[in-house]
């Protein structure tokens, strides 16, 4: 059994290395970064028909160029980047074109999943329209949280039986896995996952779920067929069968059909910060060393429900918290340096082939960002990464500070930080390196596993120090400048 580890408005690009640099083998950027109020809007879901910009490739240019402004330094590189080394390589350039042309947030609406709020409405930004705005519900998490000018956080629910571990939801943002409960949104009630521990991820066709332990893979049908108050993830007339998947699982699906992937890290962090004082990036729960790996599992959908094919390691040296895309194409790890201190996260191309169930699979470095922070999880075009970091304590502190409008972490402004901690929700774009914070959370509040749904909507929790209350909140900080 897995065991956990023992007001102020500024929005900022965060280049975290600022904060606590990468190692001598990676150099850190500058500094200095610069301030921004905007994240680029998510390609895939504007316009909601899927049509794509006739200057994209001009935009994208012009997105490196900006990032070399911001960056400020030379070893923060773009174009031809040694492996191991911080930077951007033309790979990444070449993947986020291939994903533009097809995605599974593009597939989704060709195959016409409805989106969870968007009766009616033809661009995503409108969506949730109708859901109460942070600050105006008893209860909630308070007003002026929101670090990007025009971006709504829009209260989904707040439920005061605390959760362990992620919160993750199906591709059309209808239901939300937190914890061992399933809360469904048009009902507005919370499915029992009987059975299930930990570790709710859905896949990004919309058509099942999983949870730990055991792997077990279900049916969306099970949460979608008569008027289900719990769903027996375990034990007999269970529609969900086991695999060899194992703990911090995240899904994908072949854009082409047919097979379905997961990753699962045998080197990871268990992140369930925030239920007590959480000031830095949480523990791992083994050695990042040389002979680090990560597992793929490979599935099959058989129409009701889903079977285990095989799986096969992968190596990834001084990495961990391996999270696959969507469609499979890709991976993000976090890495450390030779001293175990973490340093930031590597993207990789990954390429994963089978016969029968004889799994191959190759990876290729295409960049390294030196940013602090856990829990990663892509857009559903692929182009972006939320994570959650948190403040207060540690290597980073004085950044932290600093990104929050104090001088340092001795500011007495930024005190309660130090004693309570918090964490924000930061967007990371894979092409051009920039990180730019989402949230603005108050000393206590938590703002933690940012996900994505499939129209550009990011989902995540807030938990607040002291008590059980819980609140998931929807943001549409990828889509306000459409």
């Known amino acids: 059994m897995r065991l956990p580890p023992t007001s102020i408005q500024a929005a900022s690009l965060l280049i975290l290395s600022s904060v606590a640099a990468c190692s001598s083998d990676n150099p850190a950027p500058a500094t200095d970064a610069a301030t921004s109020t905007d994240i680029a809007p998510v390609d895939s879901s504007v316009p909601m028909d899927g049509s794509t910009p006739a200057d994209a490739a001009t935009a994208d240019a012009s997105d490196a160029a900006r990032a070399?402004?911001?960056?400020?330094?030379?070893?923060?590189?773009?174009?031809?980047?040694?492996?191991?080394?911080?930077?951007?390589?033309?790979?990444?350039?070449?993947?986020?074109?291939?994903?533009?042309?097809?995605?599974?947030?593009?597939?989704?609406?060709?195959?016409?999943?409805?989106?969870?709020?968007?009766?009616?409405?033809?661009?995503?930004?409108?969506?949730?329209?109708?859901?109460p705005e942070a600050g105006t519900v008893d209860g909630?998490?308070?007003a002026d949280h929101s670090a990007i000018d025009g971006a709504h956080l829009r209260v989904l629910f707040t439920s005061t039986a605390g959760s362990a571990y992620w919160t993750r939801s199906s591709a059309d943002g209808r239901f939300i896995g937190r914890g061992t409960k399933i809360h469904d949104l048009v009902r507005d009630i919370e499915i029992n996952a009987a059975g299930a521990m930990y570790d709710p991820a859905f896949f990004p066709d919309n058509n099942g779920f999983m949870y730990q332990p055991g792997g077990r893979m279900c049916p969306q049908s099970a949460l979608t067929t008569g008027m289900p108050t719990s769903v027996a993830i375990t034990g007999t007339g269970s529609p969900c069968a086991g695999s060899s998947v194992g703990l911090y699982e995240h899904l994908a699906a072949a854009l082409g059909g047919g097979d379905y992937w997961a990753t699962s890290a045998g080197t990871a962090a268990w992140d369930d910060g925030g239920h007590a004082a959480t000031l830095t990036e949480t523990a791992r729960n083994e050695a990042w060393n040389s002979t680090a790996q990560v597992t793929l599992s490979l599935?099959?959908?058989?129409?009701?429900?889903?079977?285990?094919?095989?799986?096969?390691?992968?190596?990834?040296?001084?990495?961990?918290?391996?999270?696959?895309?969507?469609?499979?194409?890709?991976m993000i790890t976090r890495f450390v340096d030779d001293a175990g201190a973490y340093q930031g996260y590597v993207l990789h191309r990954l390429d994963a082939t089978h016969t029968g169930a004889a799994v191959m699979v190759t990876t290729t470095e295409m960049a390294r960002y030196a940013q602090q922070g856990a829990k990663p999880s892509f857009s559903y075009?692929?182009?972006?990464?939320?994570?959650?970091?948190?403040i207060g304590g540690g290597a980073t502190a004085d950044a932290d500070a600093h990104d929050l409008g104090f001088t340092d972490s001795s500011d007495p402004g930024f005190g309660d930080y130090t004693t309570r901690g918090a964490s924000n929700i930061y967007v990371l774009d894979l092409l051009t390196g920039i990180s730019t914070r989402v949230t603005t959370m108050a000393p206590g509040q938590y703002a933690l596993y940012p996900h994505f749904r499939s129209d550009g909507w990011m989902y995540f929790l807030v938990r607040?120090?002291?008590?059980?209350?819980?609140?998931?909140i929807a943001s549409d900080a990828l889509l306000v400048n459409q």
Request: proline residues 3%.
């Open 68 to 131: 070399r402004d911001v960056f400020h330094v030379t070893d923060v590189q773009f174009g031809d980047v040694p492996t191991g080394s911080i930077g951007v390589s033309s790979l990444v350039g070449d993947f986020i074109t291939a994903a533009r042309a097809s995605n599974w947030s593009t597939q989704n609406r060709s195959r016409g999943i409805m989106m969870h709020g968007c009766n009616g409405v033809t661009n995503a930004a409108d969506c949730l329209a109708d859901v």
């Open 140 to 142: 909630d998490i308070g």
């Open 299 to 330: 599935m099959a959908n058989t129409g009701s429900g889903f079977s285990f094919v095989a799986s096969r390691s992968v190596s990834t040296p001084f990495q961990g918290d391996a999270v696959i895309s969507p469609s499979g194409r890709v």
């Open 381 to 390: 075009d692929e182009r972006y990464v939320a994570y959650h970091h948190y």
């Open 464 to 472: 607040t120090l002291g008590t059980r209350t819980e609140s998931v």
